[in-house]
């Protein structure tokens, strides 16, 4: 009875001994590729999925609401966001339409609403009125005052002169405050002689003279906006300037089918805060180097004099800022284009410039 109960004591141990050999050298099977997490204590992330029109997010992108550093054209970085940078300097039409009800035969153009930046000058932009002064450029050379006053200018992508260009190139601009019945003889000379110019009008002159404009755009003319009511802008807010821009051009595109990016100050009064509200809607301030007291019309004096004064003060890049109000600059705009092609000078749209 002893020796059986020894018997299977020895037994039993030596089937405990055996059990833990059994379980170390059990063999894994191989892994046939990547093995799917236990359901137990681990959850399996959910596929990452972008929404139509959602934007993704880089991981080093601040999250929303954070405030991102802008980088200035020198290459540093500032709080303050980088000034809009200019459209690309092109008039714009709406298609030839029959019935287009428009003065030009184009479709109208979708208005525009203007949305200022800064509004309340918070970067403390200098408000101060600046009455534009550009000198008497002689002998086929600028006035210092322009040249300086372009150094100025170039912060805000506005022209008074051209000093990229190799060519002798120059820029013919108009102001049309009212038609004073010169226009069409103007037009008439361009036309003849395939000069292209600006006129930069009001949105009571476009009122007046709906025919004269629609004739300026339809010969392939720019019509620049030089506001609505006339105001000094250095003396009213950046809203109100705005809205001065966009009620001139709405009106253009309503009734004309028509829009320009360019912009002359009226009375050429300018302010910093001015010249930077005009550049953050997309469009250039356009000034002048040559010009002459040519808009009195009481006090013309004569064909002669308006060639005489014009072409003594043409110089290279040269923006020539001439009222179509003026009897004598009709008379003599044929001969200046002759005899300033003559000296090997260009005439240039303002779509044109490279600066």
């Known amino acids: 009875m002893i020796s059986l109960r020894k018997k299977s004591v020895c037994l039993l141990l030596a089937l405990l001994l055996c059990l833990p050999l059994a379980a170390c050298s059990r063999t894994e099977p191989e892994s046939t590729g990547p093995q799917t997490p236990s359901q137990e204590g681990t959850i399996a992330p959910e596929p990452s999925v972008t929404l139509p029109g959602a934007v993704s997010q880089a991981p080093d992108q601040p999250q929303s609401g954070t405030q991102m550093e802008s980088i200035t054209s020198s290459g540093g970085s500032s709080a303050e966001p980088v000034q809009a940078q200019p ?21 109208p153009l ?10 309340e000058n918070t970067r403390g932009l200098s408000t101060k009125g600046v009455g534009y002064g550009y000198g008497v450029a002689k002998n086929g050379k600028p006035h210092d005052i322009s040249v300086n006053n372009q150094k100025l200018f ?25 038609e004073n019945g010169y226009t069409a003889k103007i037009l008439d000379v361009l036309k003849e002689k395939k000069v ?3 006129f930069f009008v009001t949105e009571p002159y476009l009122k007046d ?10 010969e392939g003319h720019i019509v620049g906006n030089h506001s609505n009511n006339h105001p000094v802008f ?9 809205q001065e821009i966009q009620d001139c051009d709405n009106y253009l595109r309503e009734k004309f089918g028509y829009s320009a990016p360019f912009f002359r100050f009226p009375t050429g009064e300018y302010s910093d805060c001015a ?9 250039t301030s356009v000034f002048w180097s040559v010009a002459y007291g040519d808009y009195d019309t009481n006090n013309q004096k004569g064909k002669q004099y308006a060639f005489d004064t014009v072409t003594a003060r043409l110089h290279p890049g040269a ?24 000296q090997g000078y260009v005439f240039k749209a303002l779509t044109e410039y490279q600066g």
């Open 87 to 107: 459209i690309k300097r092109e008039s714009i039409t709406g298609a030839a339409k029959e019935n287009a009800g428009t003065y030009t035969g184009f479709s």
């Open 275 to 283: 010249l930077d509200l005009v550049q953050s809607l997309g469009y």
């Open 319 to 342: 923006v020539i800022l001439l009222h179509a109000v003026s009897k004598d600059n009709a008379a003599a705009l044929g001969e200046i284009i002759d005899w300033a092609r003559g």
């Open 154 to 178: 170039d912060k805000y992508h506005a022209l008074a002169l051209d000093t990229k260009s190799s060519e002798k190139v120059l820029y013919l601009t108009f102001d049309c405050g009212y």
């Open 209 to 218: 003279s709906p025919e004269i404009a629609a004739r300026m755009i339809k």
């Open 234 to 242: 250095p003396e009213i807010s950046r809203t109100k300037m705005a």
């Open 196 to 198: 292209p110019a600006a």
């Open 110 to 119: 979708p208005t525009v609403t203007f949305k200022v930046t800064d509004p």
